[in-house]
């Protein structure tokens, strides 16, 4: 029985080791001490088994006896392997180099070395001899008899106390109060438990004192780790109450709403700014719900639902926007993030509000500026094309017939250009007022936009092509009376086109398009009116996007051609000169003639590239003619504004005439009067020409933008009388005086005239008998390839117009 009980008093330092371990969370101080105590507990087993003669046989308990004492032999290098611990581990970095020196991995591993030879040495009879059976009453144990390698026993002992007074020195110099405290009791208790053990070396004792000691390791450490795990308990509560005080100020001290609320909506945790937002104290918020707070039962209702909805997540939830009511009465917008939270099996939430109310209002601000027109507060473009869709969604599904309009002011860029955007504004806001008064007056259903400028768009619902007419006459009667601004009166129409839903088109694109295709048609027209779209009008313009799409790869495929048109001296009937004329035969579109298709290159800028081949074609066919020895000619090559405004023009030029070889006095280039928009640009860029040798003549005359005083300022060498007024001469005597009238300036101002559309004998005699220099249209030649030219008019000198219209 007494083998039992000291079976059972063995596993007591083992249970208190690992207590420590599980108090201490498995740092490397809990381990080693871990490991002490297991040694302790071999300890006892080497006792207990000395005790087993009733159950085991000598040899049997010798070689337990002799397998244990690795407890009691192990304990002095591990109470150096402390000390090792101690200065790795809570030294200062100064006081670490000072003993690394002498407690370093080397010297534990030495010591463990040493230890283990004294254990392997009691496996020998030198080391243990034996075992001698002692009776003691009726008890009977047995006691070791130590041979001649008995002094590496005592030794060991030594080991141990060395170990003590190093372990004892350092722990002095731990700087942590409570773990020097520990340490240093530490080392007082094994060392008075360890001299304790050590006098079972003495039968007398009868093997009694290793259990005291093990007894005293395992109570006094776990005394001294009871006693330092509270002191760290009551350190972490007193951090923790500070990090809760601190957080409390931190949330209170938070501009943002910091609040949480229990399952069934009462706060529990309130912070400053939001008790104030609400004007009551912290305390009387607490326990409350929004019912008992919000003045808003609406949203009341809202945020509940909400909630509602947070408390079945149980990841963090973000919500866009809140609404609170104010003790003010304000409704505040607030951007919340609420976590649900479980706190002693029931649920709630913790939210962190902040406000967002100066952003909500800019937010709404821009929203409304991103879709109304700043200057009328009409909706713009992005809300028309919104609302038009939503508006046939709804048309589809009611079958009824809709209308689009749209509005364009005739001459309104011209008013804006002259007397400037601050009138042009006014004029614009005066427009709107009439626009908004007639929708509101007579088509409540209707509503208006400024898609920007001076266009606008209407949608009418439940209009038929009737009333849209009906619609629109109304409209163009509000434009009859000016407009009124700033003391003076202005007059303004507008140009209306009009789609009909789903006659024009089932979707917003198409219906855009037509009502826009039918409003340049009525500024084609004449402007100030109305039109519904028909399809010959997208035949149209069908036909003008198909010639833009061809003439963009014209020049690639080599489809341009130029014909020559030859210019006739007057005075000597000799052609003295030829006009080059571009024609364009495709094989979609077949022959286009140059008014339709030279104002498409225009807009496009396709006329730069056009013109720079016109150009080059037209200087290369003339040198090789002058140099195939035919009579020098000049050539005239139209160059349109756009050609003239282009940086690189006098350039391109320049390497024509080097490249082909023509002597520049046998160019003439052929400019508009619409460069008297740029005047001061062109008269520069006209000199510079000028400077290479080239002749200026300014062509069809009279009929564009220039007035006589322009002339002074052009370098220019002729005027060409526009054909308008040469056809019809002989039926119209205004225009035979306006010619004569332009004859008779040029001549003042030194230029030649050139009359084109020359188509009788009649025209050909009145123009030579008025002093005009030179001539040229159907009655003296069509224009003709280069090819008929060069057979036709090269080899002759001399022209004689038979009286025939329309020779050719």
Known sequence: MFFLFLILLSCIPLCIGITILVLFKNNNLSKIIFMFLLLSSFWQLDVAFLYSSTIFKEETIEIFFKLFRFGSIMIPPTIFYVAYIIVHEMLANDLKKKWRFLINRTTVLLFYVMALVVYISGWSNKGVSGLEAIHNGSTIYYFPVYGELSWLFHSNILLFVLSMILCFLISLQVKDKSMRSFLVYFNIFAFTAYAIGTLNMFPATRLYPSSIAILLFAISLLILSSRMYLEIVNKMNMKLSEQKNFLFQVIDL??????????????????????????????????????????????IRQNVDQKKIILKHTEKLF????????????????????????????????????????????????????NHDILTGLPNRRMFNEDLTNFLEKAKMENSKNAIMFIDLDRFKYINDTLGHDVGDLLLIEVTKRLENILKNRHSGAKIYRLGGDEFTIILPHHNEEASETFAKELLEQFKNG????????????????SIFPTDGDDANTLI?????????????????????????????????????????????????????????????????????????NETLGQV????????????????????????????????????????????????????????????????????????????????????????????????????????????????????SYLTKYPLDSLKIDNSFVISMSQDAENKAIVKTIIAIAKQLDLKVIAEGVEGVEEY???????????????????????????KWLTRSELHLKPVKNEG
């Open 254 to 299: 938070n501009p943002n709403y910091i609040y949480a609320q229990d399952e069934n909506g009462r706060y529990t945790l309130v912070n400053q700014s939001y008790a104030q937002l609400m004007g009551m104290k912290i305390q009387d918020m607490i326990g409350k719900t929004d019912d008992d707070i919000q003045l808003d039962t609406c949203v």
């Open 483 to 498: 407009f009124w601004l700033d003391g003076s009166d202005y007059i303004i129409t507008p140009s209306i086109g009009i």
């Open 765 to 791: 005699n009145f123009l030579a008998a008025n002093c005009c220099d030179f001539a040229q249209g159907y009655g003296i030649s069509r224009p003709l390839p280069a090819t008929d030219f060069e057979d």
């Open 593 to 708: 003639p140059p008014d339709e298709f030279i104002s498409i290159a225009e807009e496009t800028g396709m006329i730069i590239p056009i013109g720079h081949w016109v150009l080059n074609t037209a200087i290369e066919q003339n040198a090789r003619w002058q140099k195939a020895g035919y009579k020098p000619l000049t050539v005239s090559v139209n160059v349109s504004v756009r050609q003239l405004l282009e940086p690189t023009f006098l350039v391109k030029v320049k390497n024509a005439i080097e490249k082909y070889g023509l002597p520049a006095s046998y160019i003439v280039l052929e400019i508009t009067e619409s460069i008297a928009m740029y005047a001061e640009v062109m008269v520069e860029k006209l000199d510079e020409l000028k400077a290479l040798g080239i002749s200026l003549s300014m062509d069809d005359f009279g009929t564009g933008y220039s007035s006589f």
């Open 319 to 370: 919500i866009k926007e809140e609404i609170v009511t104010a003790k003010s009465r304000d409704a505040i917008w607030l951007q919340t993030v609420q976590v649900p939270i479980n706190i002693n099996d029931s649920s709630g939430s913790l939210a962190v509000s902040m406000d967002i109310t100066d952003r909500k209002q800019h937010e709404n601000e821009i929203m409304f500026q991103a």
């Open 513 to 585: 398009k037509h009502a826009d295709i039918a409003m340049y048609h009525v500024k084609e027209r004449g402007k100030n009116d109305f039109q519904l779209f028909t399809h010959e009008m997208h035949q149209k313009l069908y036909r003008k996007m198909m010639i833009e799409k061809q003439l963009r790869s014209a020049l690639d495929n080599e489809e341009f051609e130029l014909y020559y048109q030859p210019i006739i001296d007057l005075n000597n009937n000799e052609i003295v000169g030829m006009e080059s004329l571009i024609r364009w035969n």
